[in-house]
């Protein structure tokens, strides 16, 4: 048995993976599935029956039960064993574990700003046990993202998330004197988001799961849902498992990619009627459609740090330039566009490093979601990323130039549901069974757990969570109007 910290283990799955917690096995050795990133240890039984049955321990299922737990026995209502948290493998074995961990408030959509404030408010609570680096984040825009970026700011600062906006010269300095060997070509616009970061998504599984076993979840891995006992009006009465039933009174999904499985057997719509605020209608939408990430690592060379001019770890970095084309070593056009996005990830490369990525690419309303992840040869990322993502941090900083052969050839990326509007939906399909479906870019979105705890203990549903139900679709509120390429700002 190799040591959890001894990186030269020899990897027999050929995937050039080290992940702090364990050595990644093989979609042979894992049966298939993608597996938890931390170790599984003192499992429940499925019980017969509880109160809440939370299904899915990714970033939504596990803040979810931890701050349900914590609510019952806080207020009296019940006890934390009130709650099972079920997965069919373990904590991370989704999108979660493997999420770049980016933890920000860029969002042209107004609303996810207090979502934001709520869940930033969660990170800070325990930002040792999460693994979460309050570093900042630092987004940066052309001039045709003005007017959308002084909106933000001034959303941001309302929603009790402050945040600086510097334009023109005054970004060009800022910069600079964050780092002085950046390139300030083109980068008209800059926020400053003090109270984001990122978080190692292992760690943030490792802290999420002991806090679950500490208030008293149980905690039920290597069980698979298969469905749901529904009665005649609609209501859940028992989640079907390959081990059995459990009977309850609400449940509480976080399926991730899986969702479009689970919003069916709960008896969600497939298509809708989507109708946008300026009377817009696209009739028969998918209710889902699939998407898949580009991402990768980059080694920091010797000499090379990721540190800002005051010698601390640097905020996230994160740039779109719409109009600025990023050229290939040969001198071609391998996008006639810049989005890039990095942050300082030892904790995942292994090693003094970076990860990041580009604009997803769309799949479609079906996808293979088995084996999940890293594990799928279907939906790595495309040939040209790697150079593609290596040439956006040379564009930008002197350091980075010729960085591409310290880019890590590993399997890297994953796939996600996106709603019509590519902005969460957390509502319930069923009256006791509600629904976290954060369109694939809600790992930093950890307090929806504990909005959907309170609505669950005390009734009322968060006013946070209110703009987020399905029904703005077909009262004309639907999400969208965003001036980006990328489907997530
Ligand atoms: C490559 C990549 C990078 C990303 N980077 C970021 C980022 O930087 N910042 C950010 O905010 N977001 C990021 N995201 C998005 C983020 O990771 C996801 O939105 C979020 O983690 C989803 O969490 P979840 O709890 O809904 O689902 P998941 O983490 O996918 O968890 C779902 C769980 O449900 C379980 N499950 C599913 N079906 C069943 C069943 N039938 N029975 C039992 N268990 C079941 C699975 O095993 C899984 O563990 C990224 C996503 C990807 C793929």
Not at 197 to 204: E, K, S, V, W
Not at 243 to 253: M, P, R, S, Y
Not at 426 to 431: E, L, N, T, Y
Request: some cysteine.
């Amino acid at each position: 048995m190799s040591s959890a910290t001894d990186t030269t283990v020899p990897n027999p799955s050929d995937h050039n993976q080290w992940y702090p917690f364990l050595d990644r096995p093989t979609p042979q050795q894992a049966g298939g599935q993608n597996p938890a990133v931390i170790p599984v240890t003192n499992v429940d039984p499925l019980p017969p029956a509880a109160a809440y049955v939370v299904v899915g321990a990714g970033i939504h299922g596990m803040s979810t039960a931890y701050h349900l737990a914590m609510a019952l026995e806080k207020s009296g209502k019940g006890k934390g064993s009130d709650v099972v948290l079920i997965d069919k493998q373990g904590p991370g074995a989704g999108a979660t574990g493997l999420a770049c961990g980016c933890v920000r408030n860029l969002y042209m959509t107004g609303p996810l700003h207090s979502i934001l404030r709520a869940s930033v408010e969660v990170w800070e609570s325990d930002p040792v046990n999460f693994g979460f680096q309050q570093v900042g984040y630092v987004s940066i825009g052309e001039a045709n993202q003005e007017d959308d970026y002084i909106a933000l700011n001034q959303s941001q600062v309302d929603s009790g998330y402050p945040s600086d906006l510097y334009i023109g010269a005054e970004a060009h300095s800022f910069l600079t004197n964050l780092w002085p060997d950046f390139k300030t070509a083109n980068c008209d616009v800059v926020l400053h988001e003090h109270r984001s970061g990122y978080a190692g998504t292992h760690m943030a599984m490792w802290g999420l799961d002991q806090k679950c076993r500490q208030w008293g979840v149980r905690r039920v891995y290597g069980v698979t849902v298969a469905g749901y006992e529904l009665d005649a009006s609609g209501s859940v009465t028992a989640v079907q498992t390959d081990q059995g039933n459990i009977q309850c009174e609400q449940v509480v999904v976080g399926a991730g990619a899986w969702t479009p499985q689970h919003w069916e057997w709960l008896g969600g719509p497939s298509n809708l009627d989507v109708l946008y605020p300026d009377g817009h209608l696209e009739a028969g939408k998918d209710m889902w459609t699939y998407w898949r990430l580009l991402e990768g690592e980059v080694i920091l060379p010797d000499g090379v740090d990721f540190r800002t001019a005051h010698h601390r770890d640097s905020p996230v970095l994160h740039v779109e330039l719409m109009n600025t084309p990023v050229y290939g070593e040969d001198g071609s056009m391998i996008q006639d566009h810049v989005y890039t996005y990095l942050r300082y990830a030892a904790e995942r490369v292994g090693v003094p490093g970076i990860q990041g990525g580009t604009i997803p690419i769309p799949i479609g309303p079906d996808a293979n979601v088995e084996p999940y992840g890293h594990l799928n040869d279907a939906y790595q990322a495309d040939d040209w990323f790697e150079e593609y993502y290596c040439a956006t941090l040379g564009m930008l900083f002197k350091r980075f130039e010729g960085i591409r052969p310290y880019f890590k050839q590993r399997r890297n990326g994953g796939i996600g549901a996106f709603t019509p509007d590519n902005v969460p939906v957390f509502d319930h399909v069923a009256d006791n069974a509600f629904v976290i479906a954060d369109s694939n870019h809600g790992f930093k979105m950890i307090g929806v757990g504990k909005l959907t705890a309170d609505m669950l203990v005390h009734g009322d549903k968060p006013w946070e969570l209110k703009p987020f139900e399905l029904r703005r679709y077909a009262s004309g509120g639907t999400f969208g109007d965003r001036n980006s390429n990328c489907p997530w700002v």
